[in-house]
Each structure stands twice: as structure tokens, then as C-alpha cells.
């Protein structure tokens, strides 16, 4: 009877406990949904921002287009000394490379019988003019005939071009500088027997010195006579000049003009016959000087420069360049006045707005900064 007891308690007791568990099931895993928090979307919407770029305002100058050509330099003038009289070499008072004054006795030939020729032309010339004299007086007083006084005139200026012949056949066993110069060459040396036409030596003048080039016939009506000019020599020196002739008439087989630079060369130190560039002027346009860093290719593929206007958008403009020197580039198709980028051009695009800073300006607050 007891254990009958026990035994309901216990499946009342169970049943409770399941009863129990069953409710709290329901409690925590229930399918009750949670509420969910709703999240207002958030637009953050970037103000536009133009992008930066560092701008230099610039205006046209005047640049002179040149014409850069190779040639070469040359004596202003150059001769080759010769005999006049046959004859021996007896004195060489100019050395090889000496500089020598118009004038300058360069080679003596021996006299022999020059000097006896002078003074038996001399004696006949005096014999014929007191003949002369005579024939004059006599003629004066009736004395003597028409022609016979005509005679004695012929004879005597027959006499006076045989001293005039004897003096310059003496004259010429001295063989002198026809201009100051360089004696470039000695061809002689003391004993040697020379004949008439038989080379003694070469002199040159190198003041000025002539830089020569060959210009083509579509460039050589733009230049002047007495135009300023460069020449760039071999050596590394640059001497200005002045243009000083301008062929007429083209070389045949080239078809280009000689043109001529003289560069003053006071000292002779310049040499000839070294190679030259010569910068000579051709034509003055409106140009501007920038640097090569600036440009750039747009996308239909000319070369050139963004600038920003006045409106603060960017603008393209194609450009041609003139010249390349050391300190930029000169090019030409600019306006007049112009904004250039020199900073972040290639990040922007034609027709782009931009914020342009002049580069003034940052050099100032850069200098402020360091301050």
C-alpha cells in the first residue's frame, strides 16, 4: 500500500515537472521576433571640389626666329707670296708664323745686276733731257726743225720708261707683305734659286675671320646685310658678328648661297678652317619662353601648354616651338597674355574647373612658413 503510494507521487511529481519545462521552453524559444531597429540611411553628400593647380601668369615677348647652320671659318684674306725676278735667295728676315705690318720685307733676292741697270738708265735719261733742252731751244729760235725737236722728246720719255723699267725690276728682288697678316708659310730657305712664278711663301689675315656657311634658297631672302650674328666654334669659344655678304648666285651643284659672319679678331687667336655653327637671324616674332616640363600632348596628339582663363576653367593650346635653349622653350600660338599651369597640369582636362594658385603666391607663403 505504500509502495503504491510512493509510486503515483513520483509520476505526479514527473508530470509537473514536465508540465514545467514545457512552458519555459515556450518562453525562451518562442517565435516571437524581435524588433528590429530601423536605421535612417545617411547621405553624405561631398560638396565639389575643384582640383588645385599652380598657375604662372606670363606675357609674349619678341623673339628673333634664327637660322642655326654648320659651317666653317676663314682668313679674311689669304695670298700666296711668288717671285716677280728670277734670282737667289739672300735674306729671310720673317720667320714661319710671324705676324708681319703691310709692307714688311719677307724674302730679298740677290741684286746682281739690277742696281748698274738703275744707274745706266739714270745716266741715259740725264744725257737725253739735256738733249731735249737743246732741241727746245733751238727750236725757240728758228734753229732747229719740228722733228727734230719731237725726236729728241720721244727719246727722252723712251729714257724716262727704261728707269722707270730698271727701278722696278730692283724693286722686285724684294719680295714684301701686300697686307699686315701671318706669314703661314716660309717656302724658301737662304741659297735657293728661284725663277719668276716660283712660290716663297702664304700670308694670311685673320682680322676678321670669316665664318662661312651655305644657306638654302628658302632661308636666304629672310637675311641682312650688316644683321648681328653667333658663331659657336669647335674649340667651345663664341664670338658675335656681323654679316657681311650675301651671294647673288647659288652653287650650281647645291643649290645654297654663301653667306659670310665676320668676327672681329683683333689678336689672331681665333683659328681658320675649324668647324662652326652659326646662329644668324632671320625674323622677329611674338613668342613665349617656358619650360619643357610644362607641355603636354592632348588627345588628339599635338604637343602644347594648358592655361586656365579668367573663368577658372582649363583651356588647351596647341603650340609650335620655335627654339630649344638652355634656360626653356620658346614657342609661339600662345595669347598674349596667358595663365599657365606649371603645376598638376597633367591631372586636369580641357573645359575643367579648376582652383588656380599663382606660384607667387605660394613662394610667399612658403617664404612665411620659413620665417
Not at 166 to 190: C, D, N, T, Y
Not at 329 to 348: D, K, M, S
Amino acid at each position: 500500500m505504500t509502495l503504491g503510494k510512493n509510486r503515483s507521487f513520483l509520476i505526479a511529481l514527473l508530470i509537473s515537472l514536465g508540465a514545467i519545462l514545457w512552458l519555459f521552453s515556450g518562453a525562451l524559444l518562442g517565435d516571437s521576433p524581435e524588433p528590429k531597429l530601423q536605421k535612417e540611411p545617411v547621405r553624405l553628400e561631398a560638396a565639389e571640389r575643384r582640383p588645385e593647380v599652380r598657375v604662372r601668369r606670363q606675357s609674349a615677348e619678341t623673339h628673333v626666329i634664327e637660322l642655326v647652320i654648320n659651317g666653317r671659318t676663314e682668313p679674311d684674306r689669304e695670298i700666296q707670296l711668288r717671285s716677280e725676278q728670277p734670282g737667289m735667295v739672300v735674306e729671310l728676315p720673317v720667320k714661319k708664323g710671324d705676324w708681319v705690318e703691310e709692307g714688311t720685307l719677307v724674302v730679298q733676292l740677290e741684286d746682281r745686276d739690277r742696281s748698274a741697270a738703275v744707274a745706266e738708265a739714270r745716266a741715259l735719261l740725264a744725257s737725253r733731257e739735256l738733249e731735249y733742252n737743246a732741241a727746245a731751244q733751238l727750236r725757240e729760235r728758228g734753229h732747229a726743225a719740228a722733228t727734230q725737236h719731237a725726236a729728241a722728246r720721244a727719246q727722252l720719255e723712251q729714257a724716262q720708261a727704261a728707269l722707270r723699267r730698271a727701278e722696278i725690276a730692283q724693286a722686285q728682288l724684294s719680295i714684301k707683305a701686300p697686307f699686315s697678316g701671318i706669314l703661314e708659310e716660309r717656302l724658301v730657305e737662304l741659297g735657293d734659286l728661284l725663277q719668276v712664278g716660283d712660290p716663297v711663301g702664304r700670308l694670311v689675315d685673320l682680322d676678321p675671320l670669316i665664318a662661312v656657311a651655305s644657306v638654302s634658297e628658302r632661308d636666304v631672302g629672310e637675311l641682312e646685310l650688316g644683321a648681328s650674328g653667333e658663331a659657336r666654334l669647335a674649340s667651345g669659344e663664341v664670338r658675335d658678328g656681323t654679316i657681311r655678304f650675301i651671294a647673288r648666285t647659288a652653287d650650281p651643284a647645291s643649290r645654297t648661297f654663301r653667306v659670310e659672319l665676320a668676327l672681329p679678331n683683333p689678336d689672331s687667336s681665333l683659328k681658320a678652317g675649324i668647324t662652326a655653327t652659326l646662329r644668324l637671324p632671320l625674323r622677329e616674332v611674338q613668342a613665349h619662353l617656358i619650360s619643357p616640363a610644362i607641355l603636354v600632348l592632348s588627345d588628339e596628339g599635338p604637343v602644347g601648354v594648358r592655361s586656365v582663363n579668367d573663368e577658372g576653367v582649363v583651356e588647351f593650346h596647341p603650340v609650335q616651338i620655335l627654339e630649344q635653349r638652355p634656360e626653356g622653350v620658346w614657342v609661339a600660338g600662345l595669347p598674349q597674355e596667358v595663365r599657365l599651369i606649371t603645376v598638376g597640369q597633367e591631372y586636369v582636362e580641357d573645359g575643367q574647373p579648376v582652383i588656380a594658385v599663382d606660384e607667387a603666391e605660394v613662394a610667399a607663403r612658403r617664404e612665411g612658413r620659413e620665417s
